[in-house]
């Protein structure tokens, strides 16, 4: 193929687009996953600290703070309601930390700078400390706590409900790498399915699509022979407007030729594109076999006698049998035209037709040229000759015996060619005569 076939820069262009559009999809999963995992751990955060706003408002929290009427001393009790990782700061109206000694040495050292700012009051946000050695990251809310609280530690101050987030973010991130490299092995996964897909998708499609542009182009080019001809037969004949049909008989017959020659090629031509295109009725009907073959053997006598060659006719074919008479004698008129045709003068054709059992065998000989054993397989194709200038003489085109095979398909038959010998060759077909014969 061509570095600049269109169907490579098709295919190319396939492949970018799809690259492209599994890197948005995977993306775009990606980033769904991900948002819906973080949202789901922030909300549990959240929870946590909406519950804890609610047991602090509602008196179910510690810490407390119990007067020893004995001793006359107050007693911080820590909280043990919230979650391990969470805290609770408790601002007083100007926004001292009244809990320190709940809050223990090193948390205290590390939350001691943060501010009140009652704006954020009933507001979760984030919040991130940062000392000497480490940061830490929290999600906070903010409680004024009404006079009425039971608690005296709370009552009319502020509650800062604090929470580590660090083991969330961690989480978080290690989810997001995993995340990462999971699409892009499943972005390459994707890729070379899809490629591989495509590509074998993309090759019956290719191949009928090159069926079909060798066919009109080996059509188009088959049909400017013999117009040639014709044109060039008139233009001449134009020359002469005074002679007589008999002056110019040959030049008339030559143009006849042609003629023929473009009715038989548009005929095999249609009934090769009815066959592509699946419209070819196959008629089944039970035909005499032995009248049905010596009818349409009948007039190849004389062709090669005129010819000064020799037709042998065998036809063994008791009974009948069911098949489409049309295309059968189609088939027939094909190998024995081909024999004809290629056999030299003095020349001889055989034709053999027997029914074994429920079988039809058909052979045709000759002591022509021969087909070579690498042109044996490729004959059968559309156009395909096995010898180009020879060709050119006889006046094929190439798509009799493609036909022949089309044929035999129908009739779910065999069709092949051997050597005849000393030179020469040899059709046969065999087609079964009752059963398995699709009808379209
Ligand atoms: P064509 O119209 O060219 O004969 P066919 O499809 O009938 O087309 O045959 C394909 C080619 O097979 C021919 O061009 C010829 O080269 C070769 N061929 C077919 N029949 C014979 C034969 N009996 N002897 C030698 N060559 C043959």
Redesign the pocket.
Known sequence: MAKNDPQQKQQRTFFVKELIAFAVLFILLGFTVFGIFQHSVMQNVDIGLENQRSQILTNQSQPSIRIDPNKGTAKITPSVGGPFRSSTIIFDKDGTIINKPMLGDHFYSLIKSIKLDKTQTDKIYDMTISSKNFTSHFRTLLVKVPESNENALYAGNYAMIVENIDADLLALKSFQKAIFITIIIFWILAISIAYYLSKSSMKPILKSWRRQRDFSANAAHELRTPLTIIRNQLEFLLTKPNDKVVDQAEKISTSLNSVNQLQTLTDRLLTLSRSDADVVQVNLQSQKLDTFFTEVIRPYKDVAASQNKNLTVNIDTPGSGAFDGGLIRQLLV?LID??I??TPTEGEIGIDIQRIKDNLKIKVS?N????PDT?KKR?FERF????KS??SK?G???????IASFIVDQHHGKISVRDNQPN??I?EVSIPLKSHVKVI
């Open positions: 094909i081909n024999g045709k290629y000759d022509g040229p021969g087909i042109d004959i395909y000759r096995t010898d020879r060709n006889t094929g085109n190439g798509l009799g015996l493609a020469g060759a059709f």
